[in-house]
């Protein structure tokens, strides 16, 4: 079965809005003016049909029910791609929650940049195909590319079919929440 995925590489193997009350999904997201109202947007990724590779997404429902500074959106991006690029474009920061892939030990928890991430001498991707960091790519040809994009990325446990968490992956999500956290200060 083909996963969204991030790849990890193989290393040896104006306006002032009220904070957000809710997560909303890429497809609920309004059309925007061309001005940003939130210089920080938590992104959580992933396919929640597919067991831990849905860890994004759950990450950023739980945090929907905290204070968070008021410069802070959250995003349920989905299995989005290029669809993310209006969403992405100009943010001071984007910090990106989504399962990793590589070889790592099911739960482990890496802060990257998408200059770790990038692949190394891979073929180009068809529109219908686009990640996050093509994604990103695009939003840099269009200078609009956010100013630091930091990904918390979680090796799954399971990416079999089902809609909850794996009991450890469970047990991740405060840790996760925490990384993100750190760098919304």
């Not at 910090?95 to 482990?108: Q, S």
């Not at 939003?139 to 990325?153: C, K, S």
């Amino acid at each position: 079965m083909e996963s969204n995925m991030l790849q990890h590489p193989r290393r040896n193997a104006k306006r002032k809005r009220a904070p957000v009350t809710r997560t909303r999904s890429a497809s609920e997201r309004p059309a925007t003016s061309g001005t940003r109202t939130r210089s920080t947007l938590v992104l959580g990724l992933g396919n929640i049909l597919l067991r831990d590779e849905g860890i994004g997404v759950r990450v950023v429902q739980a945090m929907e029910r905290m204070a968070l500074p008021p410069d802070v959106e959250i995003l349920d991006g989905g299995t989005a791609g290029v669809d993310l690029l209006d969403v992405l474009a100009d943010r001071r920061k984007v910090v990106v929650i989504d399962a990793i892939d590589g070889e790592l030990a099911p739960g482990t928890v890496l802060r990257l940049t998408p200059d770790e991430l990038a692949p190394r001498n891979e073929p180009g991707v068809s529109l219908h195909d686009l990640g996050l960091l093509e994604t990103l790519a695009l939003a840099g040809q269009l200078n609009a590319a956010p100013r630091e994009v930091v990904i918390i990325g979680v090796r799954p446990h399971s990416v079999e079919c089902g809609l909850d968490l794996t009991a450890e992956a469970r047990r991740l999500v405060p840790q996760v929440i925490d990384l993100v956290m750190v760098e919304l200060k």
